[in-house]
């Protein structure tokens, strides 16, 4: 399971609020993508579930227990970031085990769990390598396999595709895509750019200066939005 639900978010840098009383509601195995312009508080939503970001008011839960001041490293919720963050002087195989290392799993354990990770990833043959050695996509991919080794409930992917080229992001969008769907994993996927949520999302959550201003499938988006900043932000007719 790994349903994720935020009840009336806020946070506040100093006086300025950008997270203003968010509600969502995520079912389990559900792809939900975040979208909204460049500083509307996207990352600091996302932040906020990853615990990496305390909470000014509301809560998250996730499959109905309450972890607003869970420590990050006891939630189930991996997270993959823009700029990946692998750790330069590791290789990939070390790349992807080091959480698991962290959280005490067995030297045996951690090769056969990252072994098969590496191998739904195509990987396998780059497992001795260093992050430099790797193309931009590759480096995505081992970010991805560094979320998924751990077997979360739930992912968060902040931008996670856009350090790559147009066209590696039109294939790395449909791999994290049937990834996520065989795994069954939960997801909130941030990004500022409506092809990807248009294509990619179950469930789109429009977000503007730390508002919700609709949440539906892309389908209702186009179809039916709520108002003239949805609408032109999906690119239907206003
Ligand atoms: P997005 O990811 O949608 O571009 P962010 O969540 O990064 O937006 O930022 C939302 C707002 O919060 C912005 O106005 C940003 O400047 C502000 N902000 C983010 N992090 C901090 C911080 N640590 N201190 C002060 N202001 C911040
Ligand atoms: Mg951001």
Do not use: W
């Amino acid at each position: 399971m790994g349903t994720v639900t935020l009840r009336n978010l806020k946070k506040s840098f100093g006086v300025v609020e950008v997270i203003k009383g968010v509600n969502i509601d995520i079912d389990d195995g559900e792809f939900v993508i975040l979208v909204g312009p460049s500083g509307c508080g996207k990352s600091t939503l996302l932040r906020m579930v990853a615990g990496l970001e305390d909470v000014t008011g509301g809560d998250v839960a996730i499959d109905g227990q309450v972890i607003t001041n869970v420590a990050p490293k006891d939630r189930d919720i991996a997270m993959v970031f823009q700029n990946y963050a692998l750790y330069p002087h590791f290789t990939v195989e070390k790349n992807m085990g080091f959480s698991l290392k962290l959280a005490g799993v067995p030297k045996d354990q951690i090769t056969k769990q990252v072994a098969a990770v590496a191998q739904s990833l195509g990987l396998t043959d780059y497992l001795q390598r260093y992050p430099k050695e790797l193309s931009g996509g590759q480096r995505q991919r081992v970010a991805t396999g560094r979320a998924i080794v751990r077997n979360p409930k739930v992912f968060l992917f902040d931008e996670p595709l856009s350090n790559l080229d147009a066209k590696l992001r039109v294939q790395m969008r449909s791999e994290i895509r049937s990834l996520q769907q065989r795994l069954g994993v939960t997801s909130i996927y941030v990004t500022h750019d409506q092809v990807e949520a248009m294509t990619m999302a179950d469930k789109i959550v429009v977000l503007r200066g730390g508002v919700v201003e609709q949440i539906g499938s892309p389908l209702d988006l186009y179809d039916r939005p709520a108002n003239t900043f949805v609408a032109s932000f999906i690119g239907s007719p206003a």
